[in-house]
T-cell receptor, first 112, second 113 residues
Framework: QKEVEQDPGPLSVPEGAIVSLNCTYSNSAFQYFMWYRQYSRKGPELLMY????GNKEDGRFTAQVDKSSKYISLFIRDSQPSDSATYLCAPSFGGSNYKLTFGKGTLLTVNP | DVKVTQSSRYLVKRTGEKVFLECVQDMDHENMFWYRQDPGLGLRLIYF???????EKGDIPEGYSVSREKKERFSLILESASTNQTSMYLC????????????FGPGTRLTVL
């Protein structure tokens, strides 16, 4: 079983739709759960992260972690064409182990 | 704002050439990373450095080496470039402690002919 599984898409939605992006992971020791956004021909940038289980909201974005099922979600409300990008989940360990394990990314297109 | 710069956006080299990819950061971060990104394979860690002159192999170090002589600069070296090293190369930095957030550079698209 791979450490992090992410549906690569592509996912195409109309403007204003609610988008759900998901990852599963296998290592129960992961403590930090990050979502990166990568625009075409750019490096990834951190969108948001959560520590342990629960929800975190930032504007139109909500990150959700369910450690019992090892499931990570990112919801985008009122999606905009500017949200069109590849989204990568990246769980990691805490403490001095700073390695990130990236999912392969989901390509999202929001159509005007 | 963290700034991570990479020496070239696009690079074309020939098989067998020695290739240097440079990464420079301006935020005094201790940790630096080199990844390659390929369609269908995602981001894969090649090497990382947790301090000056310190390095550790990542998941795919074969065919690569690194150098970190100064804190702000981390170089990736392809000793003898091969066509299967054609890829997008991304450098990242991380501050010791904190949330594990990594800050990425814009990437270098390397083509080996």
């Amino acid at each position: 079983q791979k450490e992090v599984e992410q549906d690569p898409g592509p996912l195409s939605v109309p403007e204003g739709a609610i988008v759900s992006l998901n990852c599963t992971y296998s290592n129960s020791a992961f403590q930090y759960f990050m979502w990166y956004r990568q625009y075409s021909r750019k490096g990834p940038e951190l969108l948001m992260y959560t520590y342990s289980s629960g929800n975190k909201e930032d504007g139109r974005f909500t990150a959700q972690v369910d450690k019992s099922s090892k499931y990570i979600s990112l919801f985008i409300r009122d999606s905009q064409p500017s949200d069109s990008a590849t989204y990568l989940c990246a769980p990691s360990f805490g403490g001095s182990n700073y390695k990130l394990t990236f999912g392969k990314g989901t390509l999202l297109t929001v159509n005007p | 704002d963290v700034k991570v710069t990479q020496s070239s956006r696009y690079l074309v080299k020939r098989t067998g050439e020695k290739v240097f990819l440079e990464c420079v950061q301006d935020m005094d971060h201790e940790n630096m990373f080199w990844y390659r990104q390929d369609p269908g394979l995602g981001l894969r860690l090649i090497y990382f450095s947790y301090d000056v002159k310190m390095k550790e192999k990542g998941d795919i170090p074969e065919g690569y080496s690194v150098s970190r002589e100064k804190k702000e600069r981390f170089s990736l070296i392809l000793e003898s470039a091969s066509t299967n090293q054609t890829s997008m190369y991304l450098c990242a930095t991380r501050e010791r402690g904190g949330s594990n957030e990594q800050f990425f550079g814009p990437g270098t698209r390397l083509t080996v002919l």
